[in-house]
Antibody, heavy 121, light 107 residues
Framework: EVQLVESGGGLVKPGGSLRLSCAAS????????MNWVRQAPGKGLEWVSS????????YYADSVKGRFTISRDNAKNSLYLQMNSLRAEDTAVYYC??????????????WGQGTLVTVSS | DIQMTQSPSSLSASVGDRVTITCQAS??????LNWYQQKPGKAPKLLIY???NLETGVPSRFSGSGSGTDFTFTISSLQPEDIATYYC?????????FGPGTKVDIK
């Protein structure tokens, strides 16, 4: 059974840093691209960042570029999101999700339960 | 960047009604369009991939159509368990864009 378990969320002051982790199990982690998607309270889904299976390709949303860093450790079946210079507008539930590559499109197929990040003084 | 719009932003319908949601891309995305259902406090669930393909295990009352820039998502007979927010999502080279969502509830 595919499982994705996020951790590391919490309350942080504006300008602070936080590192999220996502522990993967039930599939060959090193074969899949992964991404982070967030959802501010009462708002819609926003893609944050993606990383290819071997970390060769990394992409960020403009809203987090230069402040967030995605990484992975295939030996530990883990995905990370280092978040620096946090702002109030970064407050959200952060989901990690596996990326399924179809014949044409791709999509997040399995999602974790999410971890809440609150940026407030 | 490709932008996604959805309409309506919310709707109320009766059990058994046919419900239709539209999604429009700011440029041609072929059929690279997926639909998700999200219930409160839960992670999104994939319903439709590549515009019209039903994900395994998803009830057949859900369907999708379209290509290019205009897409449609339909629930043929609304059920109480379908109360949720529905999102379209496009893919472009390992980047993803979600539509703003359509909240569906029972009248």
């Amino acid at each position: 059974e595919v499982q994705l378990v996020e951790s590391g969320g919490g309350l942080v002051k504006p300008g602070g840093s936080l590192r999220l982790s996502c522990a993967a199990s039930g599939f060959t982690f090193s074969s899949y691209s992964m991404n982070w998607v967030r959802q501010a309270p009462g708002k819609g889904l926003e893609w944050v960042s993606s990383i290819s299976s071997s970390s060769s390709y990394i992409y960020y949303a403009d809203s987090v570029k230069g402040r967030f860093t995605i990484s992975r450790d295939n030996a530990k079946n883990s995905l990370y999101l280092q978040m620096n210079s946090l702002r109030a507008e970064d407050t959200a539930v952060y989901y990690c999700a596996r990326v399924w590559v179809g014949s044409g499109s791709s999509w997040p197929d399995y999602w974790g339960q999410g971890t809440l990040v609150t940026v407030s003084s | 960047d490709i932008q996604m719009t959805q309409s309506p932003s919310s709707l109320s319908a009766s059990v058994g009604d046919r419900v239709t949601i539209t999604c429009q891309a700011s440029q041609d995305i072929s059929n690279y369009l997926n639909w998700y259902q999200q219930k409160p406090g839960k992670a999104p669930k994939l319903l439709i991939y590549d515009a019209s393909n039903l994900e395994t295990g998803v009830p057949s009352r859900f369907s999708g159509s379209g290509s290019g820039t205009d897409f449609t998502f339909t629930i043929s007979s609304l059920q109480p368990e379908d109360i949720a927010t529905y999102y379209c999502q496009q893919y472009d080279n390992l980047t993803f864009t979600f539509g703003p969502g359509t909240k569906v509830d029972i009248k």
